[in-house]
Protein backbone atom coordinates (compact mmCIF):
# COMPACT_ATOMS: atom_id res chain seq x y z
CA UNK A 1 0.00 0.00 0.00
CA UNK A 2 1.47 3.23 -1.08
CA UNK A 3 1.23 6.69 1.20
CA UNK A 4 -1.29 7.83 -0.66
CA UNK A 5 -3.91 4.91 -0.71
CA UNK A 6 -2.67 4.80 3.18
CA UNK A 7 -3.80 8.61 3.93
CA UNK A 8 -6.92 7.96 1.87
CA UNK A 9 -7.89 4.89 3.93
CA UNK A 10 -7.42 6.82 6.88
CA UNK A 11 -8.86 9.54 6.12
CA UNK A 12 -12.04 7.13 5.05
CA UNK A 13 -12.11 5.30 8.51
CA UNK A 14 -11.77 9.39 10.39
CA UNK A 15 -14.47 10.30 8.42
CA UNK A 16 -16.64 7.07 9.24
CA UNK A 17 -15.87 7.75 13.02
CA UNK A 18 -17.09 11.20 13.11
CA UNK A 19 -20.45 9.83 11.13
CA UNK A 20 -20.73 7.51 14.07
CA UNK A 21 -19.58 10.12 17.01
CA UNK A 22 -21.91 12.58 15.51
CA UNK A 23 -25.12 9.78 15.33
CA UNK A 24 -24.00 8.83 18.73
CA UNK A 25 -24.43 12.41 20.27
CA UNK A 26 -27.82 13.20 18.41
CA UNK A 27 -29.17 9.84 20.19
CA UNK A 28 -27.84 10.32 23.47
CA UNK A 29 -29.47 13.79 23.31
CA UNK A 30 -32.56 12.63 22.50
CA UNK A 31 -33.00 10.08 25.33
CA UNK A 32 -31.64 12.80 27.82
CA UNK A 33 -34.48 14.45 26.49
CA UNK A 34 -36.92 11.99 27.57
CA UNK A 35 -35.50 11.87 30.70
CA UNK A 36 -35.78 15.07 31.37
CA UNK A 37 -39.08 16.92 32.41
CA UNK A 38 -40.60 19.06 29.72
CA UNK A 39 -40.20 22.67 30.54
CA UNK A 40 -43.48 24.60 31.54
CA UNK A 41 -44.47 27.83 32.92
CA UNK A 42 -41.51 27.91 36.07
CA UNK A 43 -43.73 28.47 39.59
CA UNK A 44 -41.12 29.84 41.28
CA UNK A 45 -37.61 31.50 41.76
CA UNK A 46 -36.02 27.53 42.19
CA UNK A 47 -37.92 26.29 38.77
CA UNK A 48 -36.89 29.21 37.03
CA UNK A 49 -33.03 28.78 37.95
CA UNK A 50 -33.31 25.08 36.96
CA UNK A 51 -34.79 25.60 34.10
CA UNK A 52 -32.32 28.25 33.09
CA UNK A 53 -29.31 25.99 34.06
CA UNK A 54 -30.38 23.13 32.13
CA UNK A 55 -31.10 25.52 29.27
CA UNK A 56 -27.43 26.86 29.46
CA UNK A 57 -25.94 23.11 29.79
CA UNK A 58 -27.49 22.36 26.84
CA UNK A 59 -26.49 24.88 24.97
CA UNK A 60 -22.73 24.20 25.78
CA UNK A 61 -23.21 20.28 25.30
CA UNK A 62 -24.34 21.21 21.72
CA UNK A 63 -21.47 23.50 21.18
CA UNK A 64 -18.90 21.31 21.80
CA UNK A 65 -16.39 20.54 18.79
CA UNK A 66 -15.68 16.57 18.22
Known amino acids: MD???AQATNEFFRED???YVAQL???MALQARNLVPTLTKAKDSREQLLQQTQ???????????I
Do not use: D, F, T
Open 3 to 5: LHS
Open 17 to 19: ISE
Open 25 to 27: QLH
Open 55 to 65: ANIEKLVSRQV
